[in-house]
């Protein structure tokens, strides 16, 4: 990172953590109709303009480690492959065979050769070719180059592999934009997946989403836990273009909650901002990780109807596989579930707030921007001539964004 970048960013962390007053010039946020967090109308919209065009993160290249290895991506009634072929690179099919539509997979994930349908027998291979099919004389006009398997635009972004439904979108590079330089000194590309925990919830997936994009919480809900380790005041924003963010929150003394008892080895190339702040990176549409040189959780909130989600939180850490690293995941997987169980608890009891009526509007506070600016950006996906009365919001935090 370019260092007059930095020095204003810590600059900017500072003169947050003096603020005592409203920040001049910003505006002031208008309230969220709490009815985006529950109707069935808006959800569909959801669904329809934004999961089904947006790039989205359905795990990483390390969970894929040879040829032949595969793993499905099932969320929002999809079920997709995620394999790596014979010359290395990783695609994504649908999982149906291209005869009469059986799923070709039925495992989480494993090894194959060939994927071959368990209902005729077709067989296709890791880069989505139609090879076999039994009796095949039978078939008056049957071209096999003509039936491939149906390929989903498929990408890596530092190991992390992402997909999108529509074949016109831009490149994965594009639409991360800024997210692109805020890691480019921290060794990512080094990291693999530890573990992975996934957690079903009766709410919507804003409503968990939007609990981790602000810290205003930290100090009430986590007050053993997080607030300790977290200068909370500290908390800056930095808007992005295309919904996505960065935020910095400086840490007290350097250390980190989830890591506490273990001291677990890291690259001696880390800079100075990521051991003694937390850079945290929202990514469009529903991703968050906190990044931090002992380990980190990429989360993505998945929906599965307006009133329940999924929170998919992979553990990422150093590729190394030894006594002492299995001892200090185990204490950090620990202290995540921890985490994640104080926040979880109270994500059904706002839902039913929203849903009952008792709260029609959301307020929100300055270190609540985030939450507008990506609401903002679904209405700007769904179009405002697509969006239902009384849903949408003013479009606000445009002039606000880093270049």
Request: net charge negative; charged share 25%; aromatic share 14%.
């Amino acid at each position: 990172m370019d260092q007059k970048i930095l020095e204003d960013m810590y600059a900017e962390v500072e003169s947050e953590f003096q603020r005592k007053t409203y920040p001049e010039g910003f505006p002031a946020l208008p309230d969220l109709p709490a009815a985006r967090y529950f109707d069935p109308d808006f959800y569909r919209l959801e669904m329809d303009h934004v999961f089904h065009k947006t790039w989205l993160c359905v795990g990483h290249a390390s969970q894929l480690p040879r040829a032949g290895a595969f793993r499905l991506f099932e969320q929002f009634d999809k079920s997709i492959i995620l394999s790596r072929g014979h010359d290395d690179r990783i695609r994504a099919f649908r999982n149906t065979c291209r005869h009469r539509g059986a799923a070709l997979i039925t495992e989480p994930a494993g090894v194959a050769k060939r994927f071959i349908c368990p209902y005729h027998a077709w067989g296709f291979s890791l880069e989505g070719e139609l090879k076999s099919v039994p009796e095949a004389h039978n078939f008056a006009c049957l071209d096999k180059a003509e039936k491939p398997l149906f390929q989903i635009r498929c990408e890596t972004w530092h190991g992390f592999i992402f997909i999108n439904f529509d074949q016109q979108a831009a490149p994965l590079a594009d639409f991360l934009g800024p997210l692109n330089t805020q890691i480019d000194d921290f060794p990512i590309d080094d990291m693999v997946v530890k573990r992975v925990l996934d957690v079903e919830i009766d709410c919507n997936w804003k409503t968990a989403y939007d609990n981790f994009l602000e810290i205003y919480h930290v100090n009430t809900v986590h007050a053993k836990t997080l607030s300790p380790y977290l200068e909370s005041r500290s908390f800056t924003v930095s808007l992005f273009e295309g919904g996505h963010a960065r935020f910095v929150t400086r840490k007290r003394g350097g250390q980190s909650f989830f890591s506490a008892g273990h001291d677990e080895a890291t690259p001696d190339d880390f800079t100075t901002r990521f051991k003694d702040h937390v850079f945290a990176l929202p990514c469009f549409p529903n991703s968050f990780t906190a990044l931090d040189p002992v380990g980190f959780n990429w989360q993505t909130f998945w929906p599965k109807g307006p009133n329940k989600m999924v929170m998919s939180n992979m553990f990422m850490g150093w590729k190394r596989d030894d006594e002492e690293d299995r001892a200090f995941w185990e204490t950090m997987l620990q202290n995540q579930k921890t985490v994640l169980a104080e926040d979880i608890g109270l994500f059904p009891t706002i839902q039913r707030s929203y849903r009952e009526g008792d709260i029609r509007d959301v307020m929100l506070s300055v270190q609540e921007q985030f939450l507008y600016w990506y609401n903002e950006e679904i209405d700007r996906k769904i179009g405002a001539e697509n969006l239902p009365a009384g849903m949408a919001i003013p479009q606000i935090l445009g002039p606000h964004i880093r270049k």
